[in-house]
C-alpha cells in the first residue's frame, strides 16, 4: 500500500493536510506524522498556569470562568482540575467512587485520560488556566475550523489542562512497577457563547503506560485501561428525581488507549477533537470525522504555528501610502486611513474569518464582476491590478481604486481599455468584502480623501467581447432571491423587485423596520486607562418608516461606558443607511447592500484625542438582519461618571462616488456633571463607505451630493445595566433643502404619521397620506401582520426544499441530500460519490437524495469495505460487525462490552438490522442500511416500536405551531418547557388548536391560523371559555393604545405586566383614556390622543387629578426636566420607558421637584434647579427622607483622609465596604487619626499626617498599641534583608505573608542569617552577605543541615540550569538541533540569566528583555544598531570581597567618575588627557549594577542609580565613606540621573514605567514631573544656571529629544529628525548647546535649545552610552570598547582613549571636581 507522508511545519500547509489526503486517498492511505510535545499549547508558569498539588488525589480550587461555557446542554461556570486525569464542572468526590470505574459517571467529566494517577514525590506536574491570549483563542478556532468545516465558531476563552510526565500510582510494597513510565497529555477546552469544543492532545512520546491498577486488587495482577471521553453526570427531573445523563467513550480497551497518539479525528495523529456542547440542543458529544494514520516511525514535528493568523485575533499593521504624483500629495491631516497588512496571510479554509480591516475571506465565491490582470495608469505609472497573497497557490485580487476612477471594478465587468485617468494618489480601497464561498481577496485600505477638482469623470471607451462578458445566465445567483437579473451591452446588474428596496445583491420589503446586529471590539483608552473591549454585543433597531435608529451596545465596562457617549456616529451609520427619503433622494443601503467597509476618524478638541471607528457590513443572516461588526481603537476624553451628553441637531453633507462615499464634519456636544457644571466641546468627524457597485445599467448617476438631517439625537448609559444607547432621528435629502418647508411638512416627512412601524408611509396632496403595509405583511396599514408564506402557499421554494417563514419574508431550505445549485434557489441531488466515500475496491451508484457503494467483481463486502473472497472461507466482518466488534470491549479478551454502550445489532449476513434498540436505555429506532438512524422512527421504552419494513412516508415540513411548540419545550437544558412558559397546543395536521390555554395560570383564549390571539377572547381560570368556534364579529384593529398595552402585558412568561411596570390604559374604543394612573407609584397624568404626557398634568399619589377634560391651556416650551423626562420615556425601540429606569419628576411649571425619588430602587435625594444631585441628600429605601428646602451648610472640601475613606467604603455595588478591606478613621476636621487599625485583622499602627504607616509602629492583634503621639526615634535605612522580609509580610490583603511563601530571616542589625529554612517545606539552606544562596548548601526536611560558618568548595562555574538555559536547550531540541539563522534561540549569560538583548538568529530583530525574560515594550527593532539594553540581574559576586568604602584618587583636580557594573571607577585627567596609570576603583558594590552617577560639586559626594537593588544612592568622596541609600521605594529601572547644585535637587528617569522625577537630594519632597508621552527615557541633564531639563527617549518608533524647566513647565521637543537611539546627553556651556551621542546614527551632534545651529561633531562614532562635556572635549563610554573615549570639538577627532582592566559595559559617567566648575551652580 501506498502513503503520502506529511510533516507539516506550519499552520499554512497543515490547512492543506486534508485536500493532500483527499486527493491521494484513491490510491493509498494518508498519514501524518504524530505531534511533538512542542506542539502543544504552550503552558507552565511562564503561560500564567496554576500548578495543582502534589499527591494521589488531588482537586485544584475552583477555576472560576470569565463567561460559563455549555457541556452538554448545560451552563458551567466552574471548573475543577484533578490529579487522576479529568476536569469536572463540579468538586469532584474521594478517587475511590470513580476511579475504577467505568462510564458513566456520576458528575460532569471530560477526561482525557481517566486513570490511577500519582504525582506524588515530584512525579511530575499539573497545569492549569482560563486564558483569553489571543495566539490560543486563534489556534483552537483553526482546530476547531479544520475539524468541523461548517461550525461558526469564534471562541472567547479557553481553559488549558496539561499533564506533565505525571506518573500511576504505585503501592508501596511493590518492587516492581511503571515507576519509571511516566505521561504527558492535554486538554483544551474552547467556548463561546453558544458551543464549546474540547481538544485532546497526546504528543509522540506522551504515552507509557496505558492504565493503573486498582488499589484494592489484592495482590492480583489486573491492570484497568484508562477511560477517555465525555460524561454529562446525573440529570435531575421531577425536582427529586436523578437519572443517568449522556457519555461518550473514546477508548474501549488497552490497544484503544495506545492509539490515542497513534491515530487522531483531526487529521493529525494524537490530536482528537470533540463538540462538546451547545445552547440550544445538545444530545451527544460529536467527533471530528478527518481521518489521518501514523508514519512509523514519525520522521518529524508537526509544527503548529502559535501565530495569529485569522484575521479576528490578528493585529492591523498600517499600510504604507501609495503616492504616484508628488503633485498630489495630500497633507497629513486630511484625514489619512491604513489599510490591511500587504503581506496578507489567508485564514484558514472553513471559516468565515473576514476582518474588518480586511475585504476579503478565504471561503469566498468567485466573482466575475472584479476584474483581474488589468493595469491602470496614472501619471506615468502603471499600477497592475492583482496581487497574490503569500503562501496562496491561488491568485486571489487586489482592487485599487481612485476616489473617482475612470476604471471601476463593477459587477460582471469584461475586459476594458483605459482612456484617461485622473491626476490623483492612488489609494487601495476595500471595494467591498468578501462573499462567503469565494476567493480571497488581498487585503486593501481605503479611500482617504477626495478632492473633486482632482476627478476626471471621463469614464473613457471601454471595450467587451462576447467571450468574456458575465450574464445573467452564468451569474444570477450573485443577486437577492427578491431580485432579477438584467443584462447589458457591458455586463449584469441585479435589480430589487417591487416592493423591496437595496442594491439587488440585497433586498428587503419597503417600509418593514429593520433589526442590526454585530459585535464590538477593539482598544479605547479613557484618559490614561486603557480598556479592553471584547466582542460585546451590538443592537440596532431602525423604524425605516420614520427615520429612528435607536442602537445598543451591551457589556460595556463603565469609565468606557461614559465616555463614549459622544460616540453617536457608531450609530450614525444605522440612520444613514435606513434613513426616511425625502423627494429625489436615497438612503445608504439602496446603494451599499449589506457589504460594505466605513472607515471612520474622530478627532477629540480641545483635547485632540484621536479614535478610529471600523464598521463591516457582513451581509444579511437567516432572519434578514444586517450584520456589522465594529472596531474602535484610539483614545477618548474622560467623562465624570453620572454625566449627561446632549448633541443639538445637525446637518451633514454626504459625496457620493462611485464605489465610495465620504463627508466631513464638525459637531458640538456638551456635558452636564455634578463635578464640572456644564462643558462644551467638540470632535471633528472624517469617514467613508467602500461598497460595491453596478454601472452596466447605465442608469443616471445618485446625485453627487446628499444630505443627511439628524433632527434628534439622544445618548444615554445605563450604569446598572452596562448598556450604552444612541437613538438618531434621521432624513435625506437633497443639500440645501430644509426639512420643515410647507411642501416637506407632509406626516411622511415630518415622520408623525401614525402608520405601523411594518408599513410604508405615503405622501398625498398636502398633509394627506396613505399608509400601506410593508412586502410580506397585511392589514390596513395601521395595523400590519406578517403573512406565512410557508403556510399560505406562497412561497418560491422549488422541488426537494421546504419552506422557512421570517418577519415579512421566507426562505427555502434544501432536504438532506440536496444543496442549492449555481442559481442559489434550485436544490439540486448531492452527487456524494464524488467525495470517493466507498472503498477503493467499490463503485459508487448515485441517487436523487443518497448513493450506493457495491463491490466491484471478484470483491465482497458492503461496499464499505470489500476484500477478495479468492481462498477464503469466512466472509469478511460487514461494517455492522466491525460497528459492533469495536465497541464491544476485550474482544479478545473476551471481556464485556463498557456498561451503557449502544452496541448495533447485525443480521445473519452482517447487515444493520432494520430495527436497533439500545440495551441500556430502551430506545428503539429504524436504520438504513449504513445504520443511520431514520428520522421519525425513535420510540421511547414501553411503547411500540416503528414497523422498519414500511417505507418512510414523504415527511411534510414542519408548521409554525410545531415549531413554536418545540422551540418552547427545548428551552431548558433537559429539553423540557421551562416551568410556567405557555406551551402552544397544535392539532394533528401541526396547526393551531382555536383554544389555547396557559397550563400554570389557567388562562384561556381563541387564536387565529397564525396563533395570535383574538382580540376579548381571554377568559381567566374557572370561567367559561369563549366558544371559539363563533365567527368574530367585525373587529377593528388594534389601536396604538391597545398595542402599547399589549406589549407591556405580554412582557412576562406568564403573560402577566412585569411587576412595576406602567400599563396604559384604553377606553371601550381602543383609545387612551384622557387620565392615566400608574399602578405601582400612584401618579396620575393627562395624555393626549397619541398617549403622549400632556405637560404640567401629573400629580403625586393622594392628591386631587387634573380634570383631563379641559381644554389645554397654551402650552409654554418644554422645561429641562421636561426634556430630560421625555427623553427617558422614550428610550425603547416602541417609545416607551425602559423597565427600571430612572425618569424624572418635574413640577406643575415644570422644574424639577427638590426630591427626586428612583420608583424602581427606593433611593431619594434632593436636587437643585439643574436636576443635580445635592451632595449628602440620598437616603436608601425605607429612611426619613432628607428636608430639601433646608439649604445646604456651606461644606468644606473633602480631605485627603475623606477621600480615602469614601473610596473603600463606596467599593460594592450596594456601597458598603468590601469584608475585611481597610477603611481609614479620620477626626472631625477630616485629618487622619494618628492611630490606625485594621477592623478585621486587629493589626494598629501608627500614621504621619498624609496616612502613610510609620517605621516600626505596627503591633498585631492582642498586644499593646504604639504611642502614636512619641516622635519617631532616629532609625537607620532598612537594610536588604529587611526589604526583602517586608516585602514578603505585606503581600496579602491582611498583612500576613501568603500561605507557602519563603520569608527570609534577618538578625538584630538586619542582615541575613546565615542559614535560611522554609516554614512550609522544611528545606534549608546557606546565604551570603546579600540572601543569596551558596551552592550545594540546600538540605531537604529532616536531614542534618550544612554548617553555614564552613565555607563550601564549590566549582565557580557550576550553576543549577536555568529557566533561560532549560528554554534554549528545549528550542534547540525543537528545531532539530539546528536551528536555522532567523530562528530565535534565547541568549544566556555565563551564569544562565537572559541576556538583556534577545535577538531571532543572527538577524537584525532584536529586543530587550528582563530579569525573567519579558520583552520590554517599546524596544522592538529591526535596525542594524542593536537596542541599548540594560541587565537587570547583578552578575556573581567575585571573591574575595573589597569593602564598599570610597577610595578617592588621591592629587586630582579634575576625575572622570564612571559606572561600570558592580563598581564606579575613578579617571583622572591631565589637562585634558585620560590619566589612565592613576585610574582606580573609587566604590565597590556588591551585586549592584551602577547606570546613572552624578556629582554634587558643592559637597563633594557622587549619586548614582542602582538597576538590581532599584534604589538612588549616594556617597561622599572622603576617604572610608560608606554608601548611603536615598531612594528604594517605587522604583524599577532607575537609569540617567541628573544632579541640579544650585537648587540642591536631583532629577532621574525611569524607563519601565516612563516617568520623570525629582527629589531633594536627601531624597525628601519626591514628585513626578512627567509621565505621559514617555517609551524609553534614557539620559537627563540639568543645566543648573539657567534652570533647564533635557532629556533623550530612544523610543524605536519615534525617537527625541526634550526640554522643559526644572519645576515641570514649558515642556517642548528640542530634536525629533534623524536621530535613531539617541543615549548620550550633555550641555556645551561654551557654546549653549545641547549635545547628543547617538548609538543608531552613530553621530555626535549639537544644536541651540531652540533647534537652530544644528551641527555634527563627528559623524561615526562606536556605541555611545554616556557623555559630559569638559574644555573642548566630549568624554563618551563606549559598549563596542567599553571603555572611555575622548572627542575633540575643535577637530572632531578622537583624541585619546581608556580601557578599563575588567571587561564589561561602562555605563554613565560624570565630571568631579575640587570646585564647581564655571555654569554649574
Known amino acids: 500500500m501506498q502513503s503520502c507522508s506529511l510533516s507539516p511545519s506550519s499552520t499554512m500547509e497543515r490547512g492543506v493536510i486534508l485536500a493532500v489526503c483527499l486527493l491521494c486517498w484513491s490510491c493509498s492511505v494518508c498519514v501524518v506524522t504524530a505531534i511533538k510535545r512542542a506542539d502543544m499549547f504552550p503552558y507552565g508558569t511562564l503561560s500564567g498556569d496554576l500548578i495543582l498539588a502534589e499527591g494521589d488525589d488531588e482537586t485544584s480550587r475552583v477555576l472560576s470562568l470569565p463567561k460559563p461555557l455549555y457541556f452538554y446542554g448545560s451552563l458551567f461556570s466552574q471548573l475543577y482540575v484533578a490529579t487522576n486525569g479529568i476536569i469536572s464542572g463540579q468538586d469532584l468526590p474521594m478517587e475511590k467512587q470513580y476511579v475504577d470505574d467505568g462510564f458513566p459517571t456520576d458528575f460532569p467529566v471530560v477526561a482525557p485520560f481517566l486513570a490511577d494517577i500519582d504525582t506524588s514525590g515530584g512525579r511530575g506536574q499539573i497545569y492549569y488556566r482560563v486564558t483569553e491570549t489571543p495566539s490560543v483563542l486563534n489556534r483552537v478556532a483553526q482546530e476547531v475550523h479544520r475539524g468541523f468545516p461548517d461550525a461558526k465558531f469564534t471562541p472567547t476563552h479557553v481553559v488549558v489542562a496539561t499533564w506533565e510526565n505525571v506518573a500511576a500510582y504505585e503501592e508501596q510494597t511493590r518492587t516492581t512497577g511503571p515507576s519509571n513510565k511516566v505521561n504527558t497529555f492535554q486538554a483544551v477546552i474552547g467556548y463561546d457563547e453558544t458551543d464549546s469544543y474540547v481538544l485532546f492532545l497526546y504528543p509522540e512520546d506522551g504515552l507509557n503506560y496505558f492504565g493503573t491498577r486498582p488499589k484494592e486488587s489484592y495482590n492480583v495482577e489486573i491492570e484497568l485501561p484508562a477511560r477517555v471521553g465525555f460524561s454529562r453526570g446525573e440529570i435531575t427531573y421531577l425536582i427529586f428525581s436523578r437519572t443517568e445523563g449522556p457519555h461518550y467513550s473514546v477508548t474501549s480497551d488497552e490497544q484503544s488507549v495506545k492509539n490515542l497518539y497513534q491515530v487522531g479525528n483531526t487529521g493529525i495523529p494524537g490530536v482528537w477533537l470533540f463538540h462538546t456542547g451547545n445552547r440550544y440542543s445538545f444530545d451527544n458529544i460529536v467527533p471530528a470525522s478527518i481521518g489521518g494514520l501514523l508514519d512509523t516511525p514519525p ?255 451591551s457589556q460595556v465596562p463603565e469609565p468606557v461606558g461614559w465616555a463614549l457617549m459622544p460616540l ?120 467613508n463607505i467602500t461598497y460595491r457597485d453596478c454601472r452596466h445599467d447605465n442608469r443616471a448617476a445618485v446625485l453627487e451630493t446628499l444630505q443627511i438631517t439628524m433632527e434628534r439625537v439622544f445618548v444615554m448609559y445605563v450604569k446598572e445595566e452596562r448598556i450604552l444607547r444612541y437613538a438618531i432621528t434621521n432624513k435625506i435629502s437633497p443639500v440645501g433643502v430644509d426639512p420643515t418647508r410647507p411642501e416637506l411638512v407632509n406626516p411622511c416627512y415630518a415622520g408623525n404619521h401614525d402608520c405601523d412601524t411594518t408599513a410604508q408611509c405615503i405622501p398625498l396632496e398636502g398633509q394627506a397620506f396613505q399608509c400601506q403595509c410593508a412586502t410580506g405583511y397585511r392589514g390596513d396599514g395601521r395595523n400590519c401582520y406578517d403573512i406565512d408564506e410557508c403556510d399560505e402557499g406562497l412561497s418560491s421554494c422549488g422541488a426537494h426544499s421546504h419552506c422557512v417563514n421570517l418577519p415579512g419574508s421566507h426562505r427555502c431550505q434544501c432536504q438532506s441530500g440536496y444543496e442549492f445549485g449555481f442559481d442559489g434557489r434550485t436544490c439540486v441531488d448531492i452527487d456524494e460519490c464524488s467525495s470517493t466515500p466507498c472503498h477503493i475496491s467499490a463503485r459508487c451508484i448515485n441517487g436523487l437524495g443518497s448513493f450506493l457503494c457495491q463491490c466491484q467483481p471478484g470483491f465482497y463486502g458492503d461496499g464499505f469495505y470489500c476484500s477478495q473472497t479468492e481462498g477464503q472461507t469466512v466472509r469478511p466482518r460487514s461494517q455492522c460487525e466491525q460497528h459492533r466488534d469495536s465497541l464491544q470491549s476485550g474482544m479478545e479478551q473476551g471481556g464485556p462490552p463498557s456498561p451503557g454502550a449502544f452496541i448495533p445489532q447485525c443480521d445473519s449476513d452482517g447487515q444493520y438490522q432494520p430495527l436497533q434498540c439500545h440495551g441500556s436505555t430502551g430506545h428503539c429506532w429504524c436504520v438504513d442500511i449504513r445504520g443511520q438512524e431514520r428520522t421519525g422512527t425513535r420510540t421511547p421504552p414501553g411503547t411500540a416500536p416503528k414497523d422498519c419494513d414500511r417505507p418512510d412516508e414523504p415527511v411534510r415540513p414542519k408548521t409554525h405551531c410545531e415549531h413554536h411548540r418545540d422551540s418552547v419545550q427545548t428551552t431548558s437544558p433537559e429539553g423540557y418547557p421551562i416551568v410556567g412558559a405557555h406551551v402552544p397546543q397544535c392539532d394533528a395536521n401541526g396547526q393551531y388548536t382555536a383554544l389555547q390555554c396557559h397550563g400554570s395560570t389557567g388562562y384561556c383564549w381563541c387564536v387565529d391560523g397564525n396563533g395570535q390571539e383574538r382580540a376579548g377572547t381571554r377568559t381567566p381560570p374557572g370561567t367559561t371559555p369563549t366558544d371559539c368556534g363563533k365567527p368574530d364579529e367585525p373587529e377593528h384593529p388594534k389601536t396604538h393604545c391597545e398595542h402599547h398595552r399589549d406589549r407591556v402585558q405580554t412582557t412576562s412568561p406568564d403573560g402577566y405586566p412585569v411587576v412595576g411596570a406602567y400599563v396604559p390604559q384604553c377606553d371601550a374604543n ?283 568548595p564549590v566549582t565557580p562555574t557550576q550553576h543549577p540550569e536555568s529557566v533561560c538555559e532549560r528554554w534554549r536547550t528545549s528550542l534547540i531540541e525543537h528545531y532539530g538541533g539546528k536551528p536555522d539563522a532567523q530562528q530565535y534561540v534565547p541568549q544566556c549569560e555565563p551564569d544562565g540569566q537572559f541576556s538583556p538583548v534577545q535577538c531571532y538568529g543572527e538577524t537584525t530583530y532584536c529586543w530587550c528583555v528582563d530579569q525573567d525574560g519579558r520583552e520590554v515594550p517599546g524596544t522592538r527593532s529591526h535596525d542594524v544598531v542593536k537596542p541599548a539594553c540594560l541587565p537587570s540581574v547583578a552578575p556573581p559576586t567575585v571573591r574575595p570581597l573589597p569593602r564598599p568604602d570610597v577610595t578617592p584618587p588621591t592629587n586630582t583636580d579634575i576625575t572622570l567618575l564612571y559606572a561600570q557594573g558592580q563598581k564606579i571607577g575613578a579617571l583622572p585627567l591631565n589637562g585634558t588627557r585620560l590619566d589612565a596609570t592613576r585610574s582606580k576603583t573609587l566604590l565597590t558594590l556588591h551585586g549592584s549594577i551602577v547606570v546613572g552617577i552624578a556629582y554634587d560639586c558643592k559637597e563633594n559626594h557622587v549619586y548614582w542609580t542602582d538597576l538590581s537593588a532599584r534604589t538612588i544612592n549616594r556617597a561622599s568622596m572622603a576617604t572610608g565613606a560608606e554608601p548611603e541609600i536615598l531612594i528604594n521605594t517605587n522604583l524599577v529601572s532607575p537609569e540617567g540621573l541628573a544632579v541640579d547644585v544650585k537648587r540642591r535637587l536631583m532629577f532621574w528617569v525611569d524607563s519601565n514605567p516612563d516617568v520623570i522625577e525629582s527629589a531633594n537630594l536627601d531624597g525628601s519632597g519626591r514628585r513626578t514631573l512627567f509621565d505621559t508621552d514617555l517609551v524609553n527615557p534614557r539620559a537627563i541633564i540639568v543645566v543648573s544656571s539657567i534652570g533647564t531639563l533635557y532629556w533623550t527617549d530612544w523610543n524605536r518608533e519615534a525617537p527625541k529629544i526634550e526640554s522643559s524647566s526644572v519645576d515641570g513647565q514649558n515642556r517642548m521637543v528640542v530634536v525629533s529628525d534623524g536621530i535613531g537611539l539617541p543615549n548620550a546627553l550633555t550641555y556645551d556651556s561654551s557654546s549653549g548647546q545641547v549635545c547628543w551621542a547617538d548609538a543608531g546614527t552613530k553621530r555626535l551632534e549639537c544644536v541651540s535649545p531652540d533647534g537652530s545651529g544644528r551641527r555634527v561633531i563627528h559623524p561615526s562614532l562606536n556605541y555611545p552610552f554616556s557623555m559630559v562635556y569638559y574644555r573642548n572635549h566630549f568624554y563618551y563610554s563606549d559598549w563596542r570598547r567599553d571603555g572611555v573615549i575622548a572627542v575633540s570639538k575643535d577637530s572632531s577627532q578622537i583624541t585619546d582613549e581608556y580601557l578599563p582592566d575588567q571587561r564589561s559595559h561602562l555605563y554613565g559617567i560624570a565630571i568631579a571636581t575640587n570646585h564647581c566648575l564655571s555654569g554649574s551652580h
Open 1070 to 1352: 381602543g383609545q387612551y383614556r384622557p387620565l392615566q394612573c400608574h399602578g405601582s407609584t400612584g401618579h396620575c397624568w393627562c395624555v393626549d390622543g397619541r398617549g403622549q404626557e400632556r405637560a404640567g398634568t401629573r400629580t403625586p399619589p393622594g392628591t386631587p387629578s387634573v380634570d383631563c377634560d379641559r381644554p389645554v391651556e397654551p402650552e409654554r416650551p418644554k422645561t429641562h426636566c421636561e426634556h430630560h423626562r421625555d427623553s427617558v420615556q422614550t428610550t425603547s425601540p416602541e417609545g416607551y420607558p425602559i423597565v427600571g429606569a430612572y425618569v424624572p419628576q418635574c413640577d406643575a411649571n415644570g422644574q424639577y421637584t427638590p426630591l427626586q425619588c428612583h420608583g424602581s430602587t427606593g433611593h431619594c435625594w434632593c436636587v437643585d434647579s439643574r436636576g443635580q444631585e445635592r451632595a449628602g441628600t440620598r437616603t436608601p429605601p425605607g429612611t426619613q427622607h432628607k428636608d430639601c428646602d433646608r439649604p445646604d451648610e456651606p461644606e468644606r472640601p473633602k480631605t485627603h483622609c475623606e477621600h480615602h475613606r469614601h473610596r473603600a467604603q463606596t467599593t460594592s455595588p450596594e456601597g458598603y465596604p468590601i469584608v475585611g478591606a481597610y477603611v481609614p478613621q479620620c477626626d472631625a476636621d477630616g485629618q487622619y487619626r494618628p492611630l490606625q487599625c485594621h477592623s478585621s485583622t486587629g493589626h494598629c499602627w501608627c500614621v504621619d499626617r498624609r496616612g502613610q504607616e510609620r517605621t516600626g509602629t505596627r503591633t498585631p492583634p492582642g498586644t499593646q498599641t504604639k504611642d502614636c503621639d512619641r516622635p519617631d526615634e532616629p532609625e537607620r535605612p532598612k537594610t536588604h534583608c529587611e526589604q526583602h522580609r517586608d516585602r514578603v509580610q505585606t503581600t496579602s490583603p491582611e498583612g500576613y505573608p501568603i500561605v507557602g511563601a519563603y520569608v527570609p530571616q534577618c538578625d538584630a542589625e538586619g542582615q541575613y542569617l546565615p542559614r535560611q529554612c522554609h516554614g512550609s517545606t522544611g528545606h534549608c539552606w546557606c546565604v551570603d552577605g546579600r540572601g543569596q544562596e551558596r551552592a550545594g548548601t540546600r538540605t531537604p526536611p529532616g536531614t542534618p543541615s550544612v554548617d553555614c560558618d564552613r565555607p563550601v
Open 299 to 553: 520522521t518529524g514535528g508537526h509544527g503548529l504555528s502559535l501565530d495569529s493568523t485569522t484575521p479576528e485575533y490578528g493585529e492591523f499593521e498600517e499600510y504604507p501610502d501609495n503616492t504616484f504624483d508628488s503633485d498630489n500629495q495630500e497633507e497629513e491631516d486630511d484625514y489619512p486611513h491604513t489599510g490591511g497588512d500587504p503581506e496578507f496571510q489567508p485564514a484558514p479554509a472553513g471559516g468565515d474569518h473576514s476582518e474588518s480591516l480586511q475585504p476579503a475571506s478565504p471561503d469566498a465565491p468567485s466573482s466575475p464582476s472584479e476584474d483581474s490582470g488589468h493595469q491602470l495608469s496614472y501619471g506615468r505609472e502603471d499600477v497592475p491590478l492583482t496581487s497574490e497573497p503569500r503562501y496562496n497557490s491561488e491568485p486571489a485580487e487586489r482592487q485599487y481604486a481612485p476616489p473617482y476612477p475612470p476604471e471601476r471594478v463593477p459587477e460582471g465587468d469584461a475586459q476594458r481599455t483605459p482612456k484617461r485617468q485622473p491626476q490623483v494618489p492612488l489609494e487601495v480601497v476595500d471595494v467591498y468584502p468578501s462573499h462567503r464561498n469565494e476567493p480571497p481577496l488581498s487585503p486593501g485600505g481605503h479611500v482617504v480623501s477626495v478632492e473633486e477638482d482632482d476627478v476626471d469623470f471621463d469614464t473613457g471607451v471601454i471595450q467587451y467581447t462576447t467571450e468574456n462578458k458575465e450574464t445573467c445566465a452564468r451569474f444570477q445567483q450573485q443577486c437577492s432571491q427578491n431580485a432579477f437579473c438584467s443584462d447589458y451591452a457591458t455586463g449584469f446588474c441585479c435589480h430589487c423587485r417591487p416592493g423591496f428596496y437595496g442594491n439587488g445583491r440585497h433586498c428587503l420589503p419597503e417600509g418593514a423596520p429593520q433589526r442590526v446586529s454585530g459585535k464590538v471590539s477593539g482598544t479605547v483608552t479613557v484618559g490614561l486607562t486603557p480598556v479592553e473591549l471584547n466582542n460585546i454585543d451590538l443592537h440596532a433597531y431602525i423604524v425605516v418608516g420614520d427615520g429612528r435608529a435607536y442602537t445598543a451596545i
Open 568 to 687: 453617536a456616529p457608531i450609530g450614525e451609520l444605522f440612520g444613514w443607511l435606513f434613513a426616511l427619503e425625502l423627494p429625489n433622494s436615497q438612503a445608504g443601503f439602496k446603494i451599499t447592500g449589506a457589504e460594505f467597509t466605513r472607515h471612520a476618524e474622530v478627532i477629540f478638541y480641545p483635547g485632540n484625542q484621536r479614535l478610529s471607528i471600523i464598521q463591516t457590513g457582513r451581509g444579511l443572516d437567516d432572519h434578514n438582519h444586517l450584520t456589522v461588526d465594529t472596531v474602535v481603537r484610539g483614545n477618548v476624553p474622560f467623562l465624570p461618571p453620572g454625566a449627561e451628553v446632549t448633541m443639538d441637531p445637525f446637518k451633514e453633507t454626504y459625496q457620493y462616488y462611485p464605489s465610495v462615499v465620504t463627508s466631513s464634519s464638525v459637531r458640538e456636544f456638551s456635558v452636564v456633571s455634578a463635578e464640572r457644571g456644564s462643558e462644551s466641546f467638540s470632535f471633528q468627524l472624517k469617514q
